[in-house]
Protein backbone atom coordinates (compact mmCIF):
# COMPACT_ATOMS: atom_id res chain seq x y z
CA UNK A 1 0.00 0.00 0.00
CA UNK A 2 1.11 3.62 -0.73
CA UNK A 3 1.07 6.34 1.66
CA UNK A 4 -0.69 8.86 1.13
CA UNK A 5 0.85 12.38 -0.24
CA UNK A 6 -1.86 14.69 -0.39
CA UNK A 7 -0.12 17.79 -2.24
CA UNK A 8 1.46 15.68 -4.69
CA UNK A 9 -1.92 14.29 -5.26
CA UNK A 10 -3.57 17.58 -5.57
CA UNK A 11 -0.47 18.69 -8.50
CA UNK A 12 -1.15 15.62 -10.47
CA UNK A 13 -4.64 16.20 -10.78
CA UNK A 14 -3.42 19.33 -11.49
CA UNK A 15 -1.74 18.40 -14.69
CA UNK A 16 -5.36 16.48 -15.37
CA UNK A 17 -7.33 19.54 -15.29
CA UNK A 18 -4.66 21.31 -18.02
CA UNK A 19 -4.46 18.37 -20.22
CA UNK A 20 -8.15 16.96 -20.24
CA UNK A 21 -9.81 20.02 -21.96
CA UNK A 22 -7.17 19.60 -24.86
CA UNK A 23 -8.41 15.78 -25.02
CA UNK A 24 -12.38 17.10 -25.07
CA UNK A 25 -11.27 19.87 -27.47
CA UNK A 26 -10.14 17.55 -30.26
CA UNK A 27 -13.56 14.94 -29.79
CA UNK A 28 -15.29 17.68 -30.24
CA UNK A 29 -13.68 19.02 -33.65
CA UNK A 30 -13.46 16.18 -34.63
CA UNK A 31 -17.47 15.52 -34.17
CA UNK A 32 -18.52 15.93 -37.29
CA UNK A 33 -15.65 13.64 -39.17
CA UNK A 34 -15.61 10.71 -37.20
CA UNK A 35 -18.63 8.45 -35.35
CA UNK A 36 -18.70 8.64 -31.76
CA UNK A 37 -18.22 4.81 -31.57
CA UNK A 38 -15.21 4.61 -33.70
CA UNK A 39 -13.65 7.83 -31.90
CA UNK A 40 -13.92 6.25 -28.21
CA UNK A 41 -12.76 3.11 -29.90
CA UNK A 42 -9.40 4.80 -31.29
CA UNK A 43 -9.12 6.33 -28.24
CA UNK A 44 -8.65 3.21 -26.52
CA UNK A 45 -6.77 1.91 -28.91
CA UNK A 46 -3.88 4.84 -29.12
CA UNK A 47 -4.18 4.09 -24.69
CA UNK A 48 -3.48 0.59 -25.37
CA UNK A 49 -0.76 0.64 -28.17
CA UNK A 50 1.33 3.55 -26.04
CA UNK A 51 1.02 1.59 -22.38
CA UNK A 52 1.34 -1.93 -23.16
CA UNK A 53 4.66 -1.31 -25.01
CA UNK A 54 5.84 0.52 -21.95
CA UNK A 55 4.55 -1.70 -19.27
CA UNK A 56 6.53 -4.68 -21.16
CA UNK A 57 9.56 -2.60 -21.23
CA UNK A 58 10.07 -1.85 -17.67
CA UNK A 59 9.50 -5.41 -16.71
CA UNK A 60 5.68 -4.72 -15.13
CA UNK A 61 3.07 -7.71 -15.38
CA UNK A 62 -0.28 -7.50 -16.50
CA UNK A 63 -1.08 -10.38 -14.97
CA UNK A 64 -4.16 -9.09 -11.69
CA UNK A 65 -5.50 -11.06 -9.04
CA UNK A 66 -8.67 -11.77 -10.06
CA UNK A 67 -11.00 -9.31 -7.41
CA UNK A 68 -8.91 -6.67 -9.10
CA UNK A 69 -9.32 -7.69 -12.49
CA UNK A 70 -13.43 -7.92 -11.76
CA UNK A 71 -13.20 -3.85 -10.19
CA UNK A 72 -10.76 -2.80 -13.53
CA UNK A 73 -13.45 -4.34 -16.15
CA UNK A 74 -16.27 -2.38 -14.07
CA UNK A 75 -14.29 0.54 -14.07
CA UNK A 76 -13.18 0.27 -18.03
CA UNK A 77 -16.86 0.26 -18.67
CA UNK A 78 -17.82 3.43 -16.64
CA UNK A 79 -14.10 5.02 -18.30
CA UNK A 80 -16.15 3.66 -21.35
CA UNK A 81 -19.68 5.11 -20.97
CA UNK A 82 -18.23 8.31 -19.82
CA UNK A 83 -16.01 9.29 -22.37
CA UNK A 84 -18.75 8.58 -25.12
CA UNK A 85 -21.62 10.42 -23.13
CA UNK A 86 -19.07 13.79 -23.05
CA UNK A 87 -18.36 12.87 -26.27
CA UNK A 88 -21.44 12.96 -27.74
CA UNK A 89 -22.24 15.89 -25.34
CA UNK A 90 -19.80 17.76 -27.61
CA UNK A 91 -21.09 17.71 -30.43
CA UNK A 92 -23.91 19.98 -29.06
CA UNK A 93 -22.78 22.18 -26.63
CA UNK A 94 -19.81 24.21 -26.09
CA UNK A 95 -16.79 23.41 -24.60
CA UNK A 96 -16.99 25.31 -21.15
CA UNK A 97 -20.27 24.76 -20.90
CA UNK A 98 -20.03 20.76 -21.24
CA UNK A 99 -17.79 21.31 -18.67
CA UNK A 100 -19.64 23.49 -16.32
CA UNK A 101 -22.44 21.47 -15.97
CA UNK A 102 -20.30 17.78 -15.75
CA UNK A 103 -19.07 19.89 -12.62
CA UNK A 104 -21.99 18.41 -10.12
CA UNK A 105 -19.01 15.46 -10.24
CA UNK A 106 -16.38 16.71 -7.61
CA UNK A 107 -19.65 17.16 -5.01
CA UNK A 108 -20.99 13.61 -5.82
CA UNK A 109 -17.18 12.48 -5.38
CA UNK A 110 -17.03 14.10 -2.11
CA UNK A 111 -20.13 12.37 -0.60
CA UNK A 112 -18.75 9.04 -2.13
CA UNK A 113 -15.83 9.12 -0.62
CA UNK A 114 -17.39 9.62 2.59
CA UNK A 115 -19.89 7.69 2.49
CA UNK A 116 -18.70 4.69 1.12
CA UNK A 117 -14.78 4.57 1.42
CA UNK A 118 -15.10 6.44 5.11
CA UNK A 119 -12.58 9.15 4.15
CA UNK A 120 -12.81 11.79 6.61
CA UNK A 121 -14.10 15.17 5.14
CA UNK A 122 -13.91 18.12 7.41
CA UNK A 123 -16.22 20.91 7.54
CA UNK A 124 -13.95 23.46 5.77
CA UNK A 125 -13.13 20.71 2.62
CA UNK A 126 -17.00 20.63 2.52
CA UNK A 127 -17.61 24.46 2.57
CA UNK A 128 -15.49 24.93 0.13
CA UNK A 129 -16.94 22.04 -2.12
CA UNK A 130 -20.10 23.79 -1.98
CA UNK A 131 -18.18 27.05 -2.54
CA UNK A 132 -17.20 25.87 -5.55
CA UNK A 133 -20.28 24.16 -6.62
CA UNK A 134 -22.14 27.84 -6.11
CA UNK A 135 -19.45 28.68 -8.88
CA UNK A 136 -20.57 26.04 -11.13
CA UNK A 137 -24.09 26.83 -11.06
CA UNK A 138 -23.30 30.42 -11.88
CA UNK A 139 -21.35 29.40 -14.78
CA UNK A 140 -23.85 26.76 -15.78
CA UNK A 141 -26.68 28.58 -18.71
CA UNK A 142 -29.93 27.52 -19.87
CA UNK A 143 -29.37 24.79 -22.45
CA UNK A 144 -32.13 22.75 -22.42
CA UNK A 145 -34.28 25.36 -24.11
CA UNK A 146 -32.12 25.18 -27.11
CA UNK A 147 -30.44 22.07 -27.35
CA UNK A 148 -32.95 19.55 -25.36
CA UNK A 149 -32.10 16.15 -24.29
CA UNK A 150 -28.36 16.71 -24.72
CA UNK A 151 -27.99 18.85 -22.28
CA UNK A 152 -28.28 16.43 -20.04
CA UNK A 153 -25.29 14.15 -20.93
CA UNK A 154 -23.35 16.02 -19.02
CA UNK A 155 -24.92 14.97 -15.51
CA UNK A 156 -24.39 11.27 -16.89
CA UNK A 157 -21.27 12.08 -17.23
CA UNK A 158 -21.05 13.27 -13.53
CA UNK A 159 -22.43 10.61 -12.38
CA UNK A 160 -20.13 7.88 -13.98
CA UNK A 161 -16.94 9.57 -13.56
CA UNK A 162 -17.56 9.66 -9.49
CA UNK A 163 -18.06 5.89 -9.99
CA UNK A 164 -15.33 6.20 -12.06
CA UNK A 165 -12.48 7.93 -9.63
CA UNK A 166 -13.99 5.91 -6.89
CA UNK A 167 -13.23 2.61 -8.26
CA UNK A 168 -9.98 4.03 -9.73
CA UNK A 169 -8.96 4.79 -5.74
CA UNK A 170 -9.66 1.63 -4.66
CA UNK A 171 -7.29 0.13 -7.01
CA UNK A 172 -4.61 2.83 -7.34
CA UNK A 173 -3.55 1.44 -3.90
CA UNK A 174 -2.42 -1.77 -4.89
CA UNK A 175 -1.70 -1.66 -8.60
CA UNK A 176 0.74 0.42 -10.42
CA UNK A 177 -0.91 2.96 -12.49
CA UNK A 178 1.20 2.27 -15.88
CA UNK A 179 0.00 -1.32 -15.88
CA UNK A 180 -3.81 -0.17 -14.92
CA UNK A 181 -3.95 1.85 -17.85
CA UNK A 182 -2.40 -0.30 -19.91
CA UNK A 183 -4.90 -3.27 -19.57
CA UNK A 184 -7.70 -1.47 -18.85
CA UNK A 185 -6.79 0.12 -22.39
CA UNK A 186 -6.47 -3.20 -23.86
CA UNK A 187 -9.92 -4.56 -22.13
CA UNK A 188 -11.64 -1.66 -23.97
CA UNK A 189 -9.73 -1.73 -27.28
CA UNK A 190 -10.77 -5.68 -27.28
CA UNK A 191 -14.67 -4.51 -26.39
CA UNK A 192 -14.98 -1.70 -28.90
CA UNK A 193 -12.90 -3.27 -31.85
CA UNK A 194 -15.80 -4.85 -33.45
CA UNK A 195 -17.89 -1.62 -34.02
CA UNK A 196 -15.54 -1.68 -36.84
CA UNK A 197 -17.22 -4.44 -38.23
CA UNK A 198 -20.45 -3.51 -37.86
CA UNK A 199 -20.53 -0.59 -39.02
CA UNK A 200 -17.18 0.17 -41.46
CA UNK A 201 -14.63 2.91 -41.09
CA UNK A 202 -14.29 5.61 -43.93
CA UNK A 203 -10.66 5.88 -44.14
CA UNK A 204 -10.95 8.43 -46.62
CA UNK A 205 -13.31 11.04 -44.79
CA UNK A 206 -10.89 12.52 -42.44
CA UNK A 207 -8.11 14.93 -43.72
CA UNK A 208 -4.71 15.18 -43.01
CA UNK A 209 -5.67 17.74 -39.73
CA UNK A 210 -8.00 15.78 -38.59
CA UNK A 211 -5.29 12.59 -37.85
CA UNK A 212 -3.65 14.79 -36.40
CA UNK A 213 -6.24 15.56 -33.51
CA UNK A 214 -6.76 11.89 -33.66
CA UNK A 215 -3.58 11.30 -32.57
CA UNK A 216 -3.80 14.22 -30.22
CA UNK A 217 -6.66 12.80 -28.40
CA UNK A 218 -5.20 9.68 -28.19
CA UNK A 219 -1.88 11.00 -26.77
CA UNK A 220 -3.09 13.32 -24.46
CA UNK A 221 -6.35 11.19 -23.23
CA UNK A 222 -3.80 8.51 -22.12
CA UNK A 223 -1.39 11.00 -20.32
CA UNK A 224 -4.20 12.98 -18.73
CA UNK A 225 -5.89 9.54 -17.45
CA UNK A 226 -2.37 8.53 -16.26
CA UNK A 227 -1.93 11.41 -14.20
CA UNK A 228 -5.61 10.98 -12.49
CA UNK A 229 -4.79 7.46 -11.74
CA UNK A 230 -1.29 8.61 -9.98
CA UNK A 231 -3.45 11.67 -8.06
CA UNK A 232 -5.74 9.22 -6.82
CA UNK A 233 -3.11 6.80 -5.85
CA UNK A 234 -1.43 9.47 -3.54
CA UNK A 235 -4.52 11.26 -2.45
CA UNK A 236 -8.12 10.62 -1.17
CA UNK A 237 -10.76 11.32 -3.65
CA UNK A 238 -12.06 13.44 -1.49
CA UNK A 239 -9.17 16.08 -0.97
CA UNK A 240 -8.43 15.98 -5.11
CA UNK A 241 -11.85 16.39 -5.92
CA UNK A 242 -12.43 20.40 -4.93
CA UNK A 243 -8.94 20.58 -7.58
CA UNK A 244 -11.45 19.33 -10.52
CA UNK A 245 -13.27 22.57 -10.22
CA UNK A 246 -10.19 23.74 -12.11
CA UNK A 247 -10.84 21.98 -15.19
CA UNK A 248 -13.38 24.68 -16.24
CA UNK A 249 -11.20 27.73 -16.66
CA UNK A 250 -8.51 26.00 -18.37
CA UNK A 251 -11.50 24.03 -20.99
CA UNK A 252 -12.70 27.53 -21.06
CA UNK A 253 -9.22 29.15 -22.01
CA UNK A 254 -9.41 26.12 -24.73
CA UNK A 255 -12.69 26.74 -25.83
CA UNK A 256 -12.60 30.67 -26.30
CA UNK A 257 -9.04 29.92 -28.93
CA UNK A 258 -10.34 26.57 -30.49
CA UNK A 259 -13.87 27.87 -30.99
CA UNK A 260 -14.47 31.52 -30.21
CA UNK A 261 -16.12 30.52 -27.46
CA UNK A 262 -16.46 32.53 -24.72
CA UNK A 263 -18.35 32.72 -21.43
CA UNK A 264 -20.95 35.80 -19.95
CA UNK A 265 -20.17 37.96 -17.16
CA UNK A 266 -22.08 35.88 -15.13
CA UNK A 267 -19.96 32.42 -16.06
CA UNK A 268 -16.64 34.40 -15.58
CA UNK A 269 -17.56 34.93 -11.71
CA UNK A 270 -18.95 32.00 -11.25
CA UNK A 271 -14.99 30.57 -12.61
CA UNK A 272 -13.75 33.30 -10.48
CA UNK A 273 -15.12 31.57 -7.50
CA UNK A 274 -14.20 27.85 -8.45
CA UNK A 275 -11.05 28.56 -8.73
CA UNK A 276 -10.89 30.74 -5.42
CA UNK A 277 -12.07 27.26 -3.61
CA UNK A 278 -9.49 25.11 -5.53
CA UNK A 279 -6.66 27.16 -4.17
CA UNK A 280 -8.42 27.27 -0.62
CA UNK A 281 -8.15 23.52 -1.04
CA UNK A 282 -4.44 23.29 -1.88
CA UNK A 283 -3.37 25.15 0.56
CA UNK A 284 -5.33 23.81 3.01
CA UNK A 285 -4.09 20.36 2.17
CA UNK A 286 -0.43 22.25 2.57
CA UNK A 287 -0.89 23.09 6.15
CA UNK A 288 -2.66 19.77 7.26
CA UNK A 289 0.31 17.68 5.63
CA UNK A 290 2.73 20.10 6.83
CA UNK A 291 4.96 18.02 10.03
CA UNK A 292 4.03 19.29 13.18
CA UNK A 293 6.71 21.08 15.05
CA UNK A 294 8.97 18.74 17.40
CA UNK A 295 8.64 19.39 20.87
CA UNK A 296 11.20 20.60 23.44
Not at 95 to 104: D, G, H, P, Y
Amino acid sequence: MTADRPLLGILLMLGFCVLAPMGDAAAKALGGVIAVGHLVAIRFLFQAGILLPVARATGRGLRLPPHIMRLLALRTALHIVGISAMFLALRHLPLAEALAIAFVMPFILLLLGWAVLGEEVGPRRLIACAVGFSGTLMVIQPTFAEVGPPALLPLVVAVVFSLFMLITRRIAKEVDAVTMQAVSGLMASTALLPLFLIVPFDFSRPAAGDWALVALLGIVGTLAHLLITWSLRYAPSATVAPMQYLEIPFGTLIGWLAFGDFPNGLALAGIAVTIAAGLYIVFRERAISRPAPAQT
